[in-house]
Each structure stands twice: as structure tokens, then as C-alpha cells.
């Protein structure tokens, strides 16, 4: 299996919601990843798991609030956000180790519309 | 982290071989190269990696001088299929993970 899986494909949320985006992987990855993508823009870093722990942020607003409960899972908290966080945003996970950079491999994505 | 420089587009036709050109001039002695693939609304998908000399998988090759400079992409016989936005990056693994920065990517068009 060598896939991640991002679940909602679509939401749309109110700008007093709370929602959530879920990341699933079982290929034994111990470093996960948040990106976001605008409309014709390369993805953007967010957030970086490693042995779920927080290891890099973005400098990314705490409307976003990121959460790994195992070594497999990978969520995406959202409150209160701003039309112009209506993005794709990205899971993606790689094998742990140094030196070489290593394969990741990403989800299709969660179409996110701040309304 | 190296800064990469790739055309914005690049336009081609069925059949034939495409060569995408990245500039990475600050490349670090450990830094690994790095395709990415991406369709619309999908993910990105990984291509080929690459430290020195070429490389070659079922789908693509990469070719690194020996300065390591910059790097080129060459994808034989394109199809319609392969029309998407292609990235090169530029890094290493550290304490358990990459992270990938991606530049503005190349837009390759294959028209019938």
C-alpha cells in the first residue's frame, strides 16, 4: 500500500466553523506533512511531523492547529478561518533517515472553501 | 535551502522527447535533485532523484553535470498524459525528514 489517504476530498465551511481534515498512511512513515496550495502556486510547507512530534510550523496562524495521534494519522484542525484560506491542502509522508531526501508521497488532496 | 530556477512553460507535441532544464547554482555538497510531477487538483507524484552523472527509471532520465549546477529532466516520447506541472528540488534528509520547497515548476503542454 502505498498510499496516503486525505479525507474530505471537498469541504466548504462558514467562517465560524470547525472543521477537520484527516491524513491516513500505513507504509511505517514517521514523518508526515501539511502543505497548502493556491490556484497555480507551487505547494507550501505548513507543518512537519516526525515520530509524532511537531517538528517544523510554518509560522502558520493558529486557526490551524495540527494534530498526529499515531504514527499513521495526521489532522488538520480549522477554526475560524478567512476566504483567503481557501486553498488544496496536502498531506504527504516520507520514510525517516538522513542524507539522501527522501521519496514523499502525497495525498490527493483536500479542496478546502472558506465561505 | 537551494534556490531553484525553472521555465514557467514549455510546450511539445505527441511523441517526442522533452528536456526540462533546472538551475539550482547554490547547491549544497549533500543536497540530492528531485522531480516532482503534478496534475490539477492531484497531489504531487515523484519522478526521479538524482546526486550526480544520470540517472534513469521506466519513466524518465536525469542528467546532472558534473558541477552540479543545474539538472535536466528529459521525458521520452511524451503523451497527452503528460501534460502537467513538473518541479525540481533541491535538499536533503535531517533529523527524519525532508523538507520539500518547492519552486514555481514548469508547466509542460503536450498537444496532439
Known amino acids: 500500500d502505498t498510499e496516503v489517504t486525505q479525507t474530505p476530498k471537498h469541504l466548504v465551511m462558514g467562517m465560524t466553523n470547525k472543521k477537520s481534515l484527516k491524513c491516513e498512511q500505513h507504509?511505517?512513515?514517521?514523518?508526515m506533512y501539511w502543505y497548502k496550495q493556491k490556484a497555480k502556486k507551487p505547494p507550501e510547507l505548513m507543518f512537519v511531523?516526525?515520530?509524532?512530534?511537531?517538528?517544523i510550523n510554518e509560522s502558520v496562524p493558529s486557526r490551524f492547529s495540527p494534530e498526529c495521534p499515531n504514527s499513521s494519522l495526521l489532522n488538520l484542525h480549522l477554526h475560524a478561518l478567512q476566504p483567503e484560506d481557501s486553498a488544496l491542502y496536502l498531506c504527504?509522508?516520507?520514510?525517516?533517515?538522513?542524507?539522501?531526501?527522501?521519496?514523499?508521497?502525497f495525498g490527493q488532496g483536500t479542496r478546502l472553501t472558506v465561505v | 535551502l537551494a534556490k531553484t530556477t525553472q521555465p514557467i512553460s514549455m510546450d511539445s507535441y505527441e511523441g517526442q522527447e522533452v528536456n526540462i532544464t533546472c538551475s539550482h547554482n547554490?547547491?549544497?555538497?549533500?543536497?540530492?535533485i528531485t522531480w516532482y510531477q503534478q496534475f490539477p487538483s492531484q497531489g504531487p507524484r515523484f519522478i526521479i532523484q538524482?546526486?550526480?552523472t544520470k540517472v534513469t527509471n521506466e519513466v524518465a532520465s536525469l542528467f546532472i553535470p558534473a558541477d552540479r549546477k543545474s539538472s535536466t529532466l528529459s521525458l521520452p516520447r511524451v503523451s497527452l498524459s503528460d501534460t502537467a506541472v513538473y518541479y525540481c528540488?533541491?535538499?536533503?534528509?535531517?533529523?527524519?525528514?525532508?523538507?520539500?520547497?518547492f519552486g514555481k515548476g514548469t508547466m509542460l503542454l503536450v498537444s496532439p
Open positions: 511531523y516526525s515520530y509524532e512530534k511537531l517538528s
Open positions: 504527504a509522508s516520507s520514510q525517516e533517515g538522513q542524507g539522501r531526501s527522501t521519496e514523499a508521497f
Open positions: 507504509m511505517g512513515h514517521r514523518a
Open positions: 528540488l533541491v535538499g536533503q534528509t535531517n533529523s527524519g525528514y525532508s523538507t520539500l520547497t
Open positions: 547554490n547547491i549544497a555538497t549533500n543536497d540530492y
Open positions: 538524482g546526486y550526480k
